[in-house]
Nanobody, 120 residues
Framework: QVQLVESGGGLVQPGGSLRLSCAASGSIASIYAMGWYRQAPGNERQLVASITITGSTNYADSVKCRFTISRDNAKNTVYLQMNSLKPEDTAVYYC??????????????WGQGTQVTVSS
């Protein structure tokens, strides 16, 4: 059974930084891409950043130059370094992985979400 476990959320002042982590565990054959989405109250879930197994990255325009996504393929872990945080970054952040479990078909998996609150 595949699980994604996120950590690193919390309360931070505007201008501060946080680092989110997401580790995929279980019987995994291949991970093709991992990413972070966020959902604020009343809004749809939106892509924040993604990274492929080869290291290609994609960012939402609103976080470019402030957030950096990276991954450790050996640990099946993706990170999101968030700098210069703004109140509008407040949301629940969800980890996503496009992967193929052993003996099963490729599909997307989601983490449980971690709250990020930017407030003074």
């Amino acid at each position: 059974q595949v699980q994604l476990v996120e950590s690193g959320g919390g309360l931070v002042q505007p201008g501060g930084s946080l680092r989110l982590s997401c580790a995929a565990s279980g019987s995994i054959a291949s991970i093709y891409a991992m990413g972070w989405y966020r959902q604020a109250p009343g809004n749809e879930r939106q892509l924040v950043a993604s990274i492929t197994i080869t290291g290609s990255t994609n960012y939402a325009d609103s976080v470019k130059c402030r957030f950096t996504i990276s991954r450790d393929n050996a640990k099946n872990t993706v990170y999101l370094q968030m700098n210069s945080l703004k109140p509008e970054d407040t949301a629940v952040y969800y980890c996503d992985a496009d992967l193929r479990p052993l003996g099963s078909s490729r599909r997307n998996y989601w983490g449980q979400g971690t709250q990020v609150t930017v407030s003074s």
